[in-house]
């Protein structure tokens, strides 16, 4: 059974930084993408980042460019999701996902499998 699990999410200010972890377990993901998502409440599920299996792709939402890094370490099964400079409107729950491609998208609905989110606060 695929799992991935997500952690490091929490409260921040305004401009503080944080780094998401995506564990991947359960399976070989070697072909798999990667993707980090974020629902804000009353809000869609949108795309904020993804990566290939060898990290040589990688993919952003406009809003987060410059400010996120999407990184993956093969030797742990995890992705990480570096954000600095954070703005109140990165408030959501954030997910990541997996999906069996060598250029992961930004549509959510062709991704396999997903974690249960982490909580991200970012406080003015």
């Known amino acids: 059974q695929a799992q991935l699990v997500e952690s490091g999410g929490g409260l921040v200010q305004d401009g503080g930084s944080l780094r998401l972890s995506c564990a991947r377990s359960g399976r070989t993901f070697s072909t798999y993408g990667t993707g980090w998502f974020r629902q804000a409440p009353g809000k869609e599920r949108e795309f904020v980042a993804a990566i290939n299996w060898s990290g040589g792709f990688t993919t952003y939402a406009d809003s987060v460019k410059g400010r996120f890094t999407i990184s993956t370490d093969n030797t742990k099964n995890t992705v990480y999701l570096q954000m600095n400079t954070l703005k109140p409107e990165d408030t959501a729950v954030y997910f990541c996902?997996?999906?069996?491609?060598?250029?992961?998208?930004?549509?959510?609905?062709?991704?396999?499998?997903w974690g249960q989110g982490t909580q991200v606060t970012v406080s003015s």
């Open positions: 996902a997996a999906v069996k491609t060598g250029y992961p998208s930004s549509r959510a609905a062709e991704y396999d499998y």
